[in-house]
């Protein structure tokens, strides 16, 4: 048995359409790939082509520059009145800077000929979020990651505001843990592959407003019903699906064992007190890390705070509309109650004066072993952790990329914790939080899963 040829490959959606207008309601496509027993898929070069528009549906503030009427976001006039003013009221509409359009996604759900459910991915954009600062730097979003993730702006959201005036072309790679597993044959899943995408909900996708004075409450965020934010949707035209196909001179080769691909799956819950315990049953046999990410919980879908921030914990915003952000002082990991794998409670006040430092290294190895950990955007020159930059003086105000995270595959073997049989894992956060602002911990378990070949099927094992 031999390679015989790479082939590429263009589908289109089966649901009939290539055009999806969120604001009219498309928020569904579905792509099915078919194959031989002598193919496989090439997992890793599936992307999602496309042109996006994102757009303004009132009439009223959508005129462009030279006073023609255009359904086109028009974020020229932000820079009037500083970084984020309104420029006589015409407002700001922007999108996630550090994943971009591939905030469009809401979730994706991967299915075989006999709709067992593969991965079904909640929440996409934040699970981007979690990852981008762990496998990309400064360097990376200024050229890769524009076409593989819709930044186009080098994660600076100043430039972000007059990227989204246009059209832009997209070749999003999706980052599920199947699409970044080992090529997969054809005959695993019965030779058919389906993949549904959600779209997401623009009051997600955007945020805004006009940063104005208010009387008595110093400088806020402001939607008023005449603010173009309040009727930001975004469109998609010529969507398909482009991958790799790998053909044999015989049958494609299954390991005998099963295929064993990676997996993603979401967890959250809400914290709002100064000492947390999370506790889940992942139902995983073989589960290689746990990721922690934070947003303030009335950042999520709402059109006046970006919802895809993974920030640390927050106390709310103070009267001139300023986050309070507060430090995480304890982390403890256990399985069933007992520490594990770190025999130790992490604890700023006895241990390390240079906590963020620590946190970032647990919190880093998660996706890739910190000893192999290649780029990432968390370093003294771009974040908050210990170095000269502060990010708040920046007139990007970003906050910084923060979160906390266990690795169960210390030895990065393919061996991890088995959260089967009633074991769970318990998560334990200390922090500076007053009580008076809840904040989501949204949390996501990367595991392996594996396709085992019966006669009556193919079998999903956890």
Known sequence: MALQRFKNSVINPINGQSKFDVGAGAMTCVFELSGAPNQLIDLQSLRLNCKIKFKNTNPAGTNDVNGNLST????????????????????????????????????????????????????????????????????????????????????????????????????????????????????????????TITFNNPQSVFYGGDLVAVAGAGTQNVIGPGNPINNANYELQNVKLNYKVVEMDGQ??????????????????????????????????NTISIINNFISSDSLNNYNRNSYLNQKLSNGRNVNDVEQFTQIKETQFKVNGVLSPYQFTIDERHINPN????????????????????????????????????????????????????????????????????????????????????????????????????????????
Request: charged share 15%; with cysteine; hydrophobic share 30%.
């Open 252 to 285: 494609a080769p299954m390991p005998s064992g099963g295929f064993v691909y990676r997996y993603f799956s979401n967890l959250q819950s809400t914290i709002n007190a100064s000492r947390y315990q999370a506790m889940y049953s992942p139902n995983t046999s």
């Open 355 to 462: 906590y963020d430092v620590l946190k970032a290294l647990y919190y880093l190895s998660t996706i890739t072993p910190y000893n192999m950990l290649k780029r990432c955007l968390i370093s003294s020159a771009t974040e908050e952790y210990g170095g000269s930059f502060d990010e708040r003086l920046d007139v990007d105000r970003r906050p910084v990329a923060a979160g906390t995270g266990v690795r169960y595959d210390q030895l990065n073997m393919g061996s991890g914790q088995s959260f089967k049989g009633g074991n769970n894992y318990v998560g334990v956060i200390e922090s500076g939080l007053e009580g008076n602002n809840p904040n989501e911990q949204l949390s996501t378990v990367y595991s392996f899963r594996k396709i085992v070949l019966q006669p009556s099927g193919s079998v999903i094992v956890n």
């Open 72 to 195: 086109n976001i028009n974020n020229n006039n932000v820079f009037a009145t500083g970084p984020y003013g309104g420029g006589g009221g015409h407002g700001y509409i922007n999108i996630d800077e550090r994943i971009g359009a591939s905030s469009i996604i809401q979730s994706i759900r991967i299915e075989d000929h006999n709709n067992n459910i593969l991965e079904n991915i909640h929440n996409y954009p934040q699970l981007l979020a979690s990852i981008m600062p762990m496998m990309a730097n400064q360097d990376d979003f200024t050229t890769w990651c524009g076409p593989c993730y819709g930044i186009r702006s080098a994660g600076k959201r100043n430039t972000q505001l007059v990227v989204v005036n246009q059209k832009q072309h997209l070749s999003l790679k999706m980052y599920t843990g199947l699409f970044n597993s080992k090529p997969l044959p054809f005959s695993a899943v019965g030779q058919k592959l389906r993949i």
